[in-house]
Nanobody, 125 residues
């Protein structure tokens, strides 16, 4: 089993930056890719970005392309989400998730088995 812990959320103004971290522990060797999802109040959970551990392949939602960057530090078993030019629409709880089954980078929440508890990101206008 894999445990995931997010950190780095907070309250910022429009245009600011934040960096989220997702630290993995447990059976980390099983993780094939890590994804970031977010859920705003009253909305469905949506895909943000994901990265494949073996070769660094990445995937982004159209809404964050050019503003967010996902990266990983294999030695620290940690995935980062650098978020720049934040907008009020980015306000949500951000979750990281681990996929141990599929070799491809998936945008579907159903592909991920392990989830963190989430970290709140709030962007004021």
């Amino acid at each position: 089993q894999v445990q995931l812990v997010e950190s780095g959320g907070g309250l910022v103004q429009t245009g600011a930056s934040l960096r989220l971290s997702c630290a993995a522990s447990g059976r980390t060797s099983n993780i094939r890719s890590t994804g970031w999802f977010r859920q705003a109040p009253g909305k469905e959970r949506e895909f943000v970005s994901a990265i494949r551990w073996s070769n660094g392949d990445t995937r982004y939602a159209n809404s964050v392309k050019g503003r967010f960057t996902i990266s990983r530090d294999n030695a620290k078993n940690t995935v980062y989400l650098q978020m720049n030019s934040l907008k009020p629409d980015d306000t949500a709880v951000y979750f990281c998730a681990g996929n141990s089954r599929y070799i491809y980078v998936s945008s579907s929440a159903a592909s991920y088995d392990d989830w963190g508890q989430g970290t709140q990101v709030s962007v004021s206008s």
